[in-house]
C-alpha cells in the first residue's frame, strides 16, 4: 500500500507563485510516474502536468512555461512550481502516482486528497 501526502496549497494573488509538494510512503513498489491534475467547480479534473520514468516531462498547454514539475528520488516527492499564477489556476490540485509493487509486480495508481489552489486579488 502506498500513501500520498499532498501540501502547499493556498491563497495567492495573480501573478504570485506556490509550491506544492507530495510525499509518497509506504514498501516494496517502485514509481513509474508522478504527475498533478486539477478540478476546477463545476468542470472535469484535468492533467496539469507528469514526469515520468527517467524524467520526461509532460504539461498542459494552458500551463507550459508557467509551471514546472520535479521529482526528488530520494524521499520519493513530487513538486509543481506554479509561477505567473492567474485566477484560471484556481482549482483542488490532486497528487497522481503509479506505482510496480515488487511483491507481485503489478501496476497500481494512487491519488492525493487533493490541496486547495486559489488565485485571487
Known amino acids: 500500500q502506498v500513501q500520498l501526502v499532498e501540501s502547499g496549497g493556498g491563497l495567492v494573488q495573480p501573478g504570485g507563485s506556490l509550491r506544492l509538494s507530495c510525499a509518497a510512503s509506504?514498501?516494496?513498489?517502485?514509481?513509474?510516474?508522478m504527475g498533478w491534475y486539477r478540478q476546477a467547480p463545476g468542470k472535469q479534473r484535468e492533467a496539469v502536468a507528469a514526469?515520468?520514468?527517467?524524467?520526461?516531462?509532460n504539461y498542459a498547454d494552458s500551463v507550459k512555461g508557467r509551471f514546472t514539475i520535479s521529482r526528488d528520488n530520494a524521499k520519493n516527492t513530487v513538486y509543481l512550481q506554479m509561477n505567473s499564477l492567474k485566477p484560471e489556476d484556481t482549482a483542488v490540485y490532486y497528487c497522481n502516482v503509479v506505482v510496480t509493487l515488487r511483491a507481485s509486480w503489478r501496476a497500481r495508481e494512487y491519488w492525493g486528497q487533493g490541496t486547495q489552489v486559489t488565485v485571487s486579488s
Open positions: 509506504g514498501s516494496d513498489f517502485s514509481i513509474t510516474a
Open positions: 514526469i515520468i520514468g527517467g524524467g520526461t516531462t
